[in-house]
Structure formats: structure tokens, C-alpha cells
């Protein structure tokens, strides 16, 4: 399930959710992400996304980690709107029958969240707003992916 919304969440009550019900599940993984103060350089962190749009690009990316990791199921909820400090951002969480594709698929999915998903971000803070771009670390996580993997 891909999901937006103006609204904090519990990420604590979502994973409790999602793993309801889940007999032949071995391994659940999750990630949250919290919008960062920056040493009080940011006051606000403002995300803003294309409804449809994104889900479906983000679906696109979780389809990929079903498939490369053999995932059961995958959840993945992002803020869109001005996110306080300290607030949950993200929270992306992975079934698999076995923890090692559980682990990876969360991290495949938060490199391609960080680094391709289509948002717009932007820090406000004392010295007024600016736009933000993934970082090079970003880019050089999500192209350890793109490798072709040795047998």
C-alpha cells in the first residue's frame, strides 16, 4: 500500500497493523525518517508531491522490490505539507519470509524514496525557505542498486 498524507502518524500504531494476521511472514523491517531541526537552521520542513502521480511512480518502485526481494507485502506512507521538526516524514515497512529481504527491500525503497520519488522539498527556516536535492551520498546509495549483481 502506497499512501500520502497531511496528517502526522503513529509510526508505532502502523507497524502493529501491519503485522496483524501475518502467520507464514518471517520478518518484518521497517524505517522511519524524521524531519531533522538542523540545529535550528530549519523550522519547517515543506513537502509537496503531484496526487496519483507520485503514488503511482512510487508504486512502480515498490512493485520492483516485490519482485527483486520476494516481498509478501510493503507499506509505504509519506507527510506531504510542512512537517515539524522531530515528526515522522516517512515510514516504509517490508514482509518477507526471511529477515535478509526484509532488510534489503527497506533500504532499496528508502534509496529510491530518497532519490528519485517525486516530491518537491523544501527547508524553511530563520534565514527563509530554500529548495533541497538529494545529496551525492543519496545518488551513490541508490546506485549501488543499479549494479548488476555477480552470481
Same mark, same amino acid.
Given at each position: 500500500?502506497? &499512501?500520502?498524507? #497531511? ?5 508505532? =500504531?502502523?507497524?502493529?497493523? *501491519?503485522? %496483524? ?5 518471517? =520478518?518484518? !523491517?521497517? *524505517? ?7 540545529? /535550528? ?8 508531491? #503531484?496526487?496519483?502521480?507520485? +503514488?503511482?511512480?512510487?508504486? $512502480?518502485? !515498490?512493485?520492483?522490490?516485490? !519482485?527483486?526481494?520476494?516481498?509478501? @507485502? ?9 512537517? =515539524?521538526? /522531530?515528526?515522522?516524514?516517512? *515510514?516504509?515497512?517490508?514482509?518477507? &519470509?526471511?529477515?535478509? =529481504?526484509?532488510? +534489503? ?6 534509496? #529510491?524514496? $530518497?532519490? $528519485? ?9 530563520? @534565514? ?11 545518488? !551513490?546509495?541508490?546506485? %549501488?542498486?543499479?549494479? +548488476?549483481?555477480?552470481?
Amino acid at each position: 500500500m502506497i &499512501r500520502l498524507t #497531511y496528517d502526522p502518524f503513529d509510526p508505532g =500504531a502502523l507497524l502493529t497493523e *501491519f503485522c %496483524r494476521g501475518r502467520s507464514e511472514v518471517g =520478518a518484518v !523491517a521497517t *524505517f522511519t525518517g524524521l524531519a531533522r531541526a538542523e540545529t /535550528g537552521a530549519t523550522t519547517a520542513l515543506e513537502l509537496d508531491a #503531484y496526487p496519483g502521480f507520485t +503514488e503511482a511512480e512510487i508504486g $512502480k518502485i !515498490a512493485d520492483r522490490a516485490r !519482485a527483486r526481494f520476494g516481498l509478501d @507485502d510493503a507499506l509505504i506512507l509519506h507527510r506531504v505539507g510542512k512537517i =515539524a521538526p /522531530g515528526e515522522p516524514v516517512v *515510514f516504509v515497512a517490508t514482509a518477507a &519470509r526471511h529477515r535478509r =529481504a526484509a532488510f +534489503e527491500a527497506c533500504d532499496f525503497l528508502m534509496d #529510491y524514496l $530518497k532519490s $528519485k520519488a517525486p516530491f518537491w522539498k523544501k527547508e524553511h527556516g530563520p @534565514d527563509g525557505a530554500r529548495w533541497v536535492e538529494p545529496r551525492p551520498e543519496d545518488h !551513490a546509495d541508490l546506485a %549501488r542498486w543499479e549494479k +548488476e549483481t555477480s552470481p
